[in-house]
């Protein structure tokens, strides 16, 4: 009778064995899953720190007063940003992660892809200003030690006015103004010429500054990041 | 009233001080010396070596990346554009090769961001090599470049692989020691007085507000006439964003060699340095300036011939 029972009893067994043994395995394949996601997400969430920290540099190159720039740091910030972001997308869809997570991060590509396009036009139009500046500042040029006391005054009123432009105590207009006044005596002086010409097309690389330094402060990647990084936070 | 005006006349005039003198910028760190190496990965490299002097990448097996880029002269070529296959001529003067690694994007509009991305160019360039990534994979496949990718790649010969090598095999292609970087570190006797006297030219003629850096050059965009367009049948980074901002922006080259790479600009327009340099005085600057200070600052630039490490 026992002998009979015996074979069930044991049948049973295996399969209350075979049932924890497949609860423990899975258990410890979503265990192991889960630890994944979670080092997946921490290592996403360290790359938006960088991406965080590279925009803050890359908004202080873009509030910086017109000077001389060695380029070389911001052009590798602004790649570096580029690089990362390209690689948490692809990271976050080779690894299945969220797809609202990756859709957030394709849309800061976006943006950026437009910041990074106002900023070399910044860039570019800075280095000019700069050159300009410092020829419009030069009081040693042969040809403005030459001047008359007259034109030499009227010179030195347009380098004060861009001077003082940069205080906020003029606009392009009034300097535009002042250069149209000069440039209608038609003075027949190679300098002065050249001071005008130099003059006009530096008034319009600062339009162009202006135009780029408004772009960008309407282009918002900041809260973006963060609202990244808070998403993150959540899922982790 | 009389007196307040003197007062508000001094003031400005200390305004203007403050600001003017705050755009003289100590010079210093303005120029940065090329490393003697970089750090490259060997196996790689060496493989993208032997690519780089291979005529296989072209359709018609007749060029090679070594047709363009004389990496034993100047990395580039002296015409002033360069032929394909079916004697093709290409639409841009051929940038060199050496220092690329420093630029911040490659080609003259800028459209490649690394030198992986630029290798994809050529080869596919009906103009160049003229040649689809499959076809050129699958011939690779048949000859002694499978093993040698295998050996450094799981995955053998792909299209990321194969300008993976080219990309890598540059990274030799700098060139350290050239008489300014010694001048910069500190060698007094590196430069001419001629030279030096250039350098200083250089820098108050405004030159240095672009070329400047590890590259004296290659960071940044400009117009090409920033006072005045010049006649331009290229249209630079527009061809690439298409947005008119843009028309007419190149890549500001590196200066590094400039005497051994003529003709110069993006379309080959200028023979020698000394028009060159006249030219970008007059429409890029605004600078009129006279042709001893122009020979000065030719002197200069000859001092920014470094040595070919690949040789060394």
């Not at chain 1, 040693?140 to 001077?163: E, H, Q, S, T, V």
């Not at chain 2, 080609?107 to 050129?136: C, D, R």
Request: proline share 2%; net charge neutral.
């Amino acid at each position: 009778m026992l002998n009979k029972f015996l074979p069930r009893i044991y049948n049973i067994k295996f399969w209350i064995l075979a049932f924890f043994l497949i609860i423990l395995i899975s258990s410890y394949i979503y265990i192991q899953e889960i630890k994944q996601k979670i080092y997946l997400y921490s290592h996403h969430n360290n790359q938006i720190n960088k991406l965080i920290e590279l925009n803050s540099y890359i908004n202080d190159f873009v509030n910086q007063k017109i000077g001389l720039v060695v380029f070389d740091d911001i052009a590798t910030k602004i790649n570096s940003f580029e690089t990362i972001l390209e690689y948490l997308i692809d990271d976050g869809k080779i690894n299945e992660l969220d797809k609202s997570y990756i859709n957030k991060l394709t849309n800061i590509q976006k943006i950026y892809s437009n910041k990074k396009l106002q900023i070399e036009r910044l860039k570019s139009s800075k280095a000019f200003a700069y050159n300009a500046l410092t020829y419009i500042s030069d009081n040693n040029d042969l040809g403005y030690l030459a001047l008359n006391n007259d034109n030499r005054k009227r010179i030195d009123f347009i380098k004060l006015k861009f001077a003082n432009l940069s205080f906020g105590g003029d606009d392009l207009t009034q300097i535009k103004n002042e250069i149209d006044s000069l440039q209608s005596l038609g003075i027949e002086d190679k300098y002065i010429k050249n001071f005008i010409k130099v003059s006009n097309a530096l008034l319009s690389y600062y339009s162009q500054i202006n135009l780029a330094m408004h772009r960008l402060n309407n282009i918002d990647i900041d809260s973006n990041l963060k609202n990244v990084k808070d998403y993150l936070t959540q899922v982790m | 009233m009389r007196c307040y005006l003197n007062n508000m006349l001094h003031i400005l005039f200390g305004l203007y001080i403050v600001f003017f003198s705050s755009l003289s910028f100590a010079y210093e760190n303005i120029i940065i010396p090329i490393p003697q190496t970089l750090e490259y990965d060997k196996a790689k490299a060496t493989l993208g070596e032997k690519l780089f002097f291979d005529t296989i990448l072209s359709k018609d097996n007749t060029i090679s990346c070594f047709s363009c880029h004389n990496i034993f002269t100047n990395g580039a070529d002296t015409k002033k554009v360069s032929t394909g296959i079916n004697n093709q001529s290409g639409i841009t003067n051929v940038p060199t090769l050496f220092n690329a690694i420093f630029n911040f994007r490659q080609n003259w509009n800028g459209s490649a961001k690394t030198l992986a991305n630029q290798a994809k160019g050529p080869i596919t360039n009906p103009i160049e090599m003229g040649h689809n990534f499959k076809e050129l994979i699958s011939i690779l496949e048949q000859s002694s470049y499978n093993q040698e990718f295998k050996m450094i790649f799981g995955d053998g010969i792909t299209e990321d692989n194969l300008v993976d090598v080219l990309a890598e095999f540059q990274k030799r292609l700098i060139t350290p020691n050239s008489q300014l970087d010694k001048y910069l570190m500190g060698d007094e006797n590196a430069l001419t007085q001629d030279q030096k006297d250039g350098y200083e030219l250089f820098k108050s003629k405004g030159c240095i507000s672009c070329h400047n850096g590890i590259n004296i050059g290659g960071q940044l965009y400009s117009r090409f006439g920033m006072i005045k367009l010049i006649n331009n049948e290229n249209f630079g980074l527009y061809n690439v964003t298409k947005e008119e901002e843009d028309r007419f922006y190149f890549k500001v080259p590196s200066l590094r060699n400039v005497e051994l790479t003529p003709p110069y600009f993006h379309d080959g327009s200028a023979d020698n340095l000394f028009s060159a340099v006249e030219i970008m005085l007059r429409y890029q600057v605004g600078r009129d300036t006279s042709s001893k200070e122009i020979l000065k600052i030719v002197e200069f630039l000859k001092s920014l011939n470094g040595e070919i490490a690949y040789v060394k």
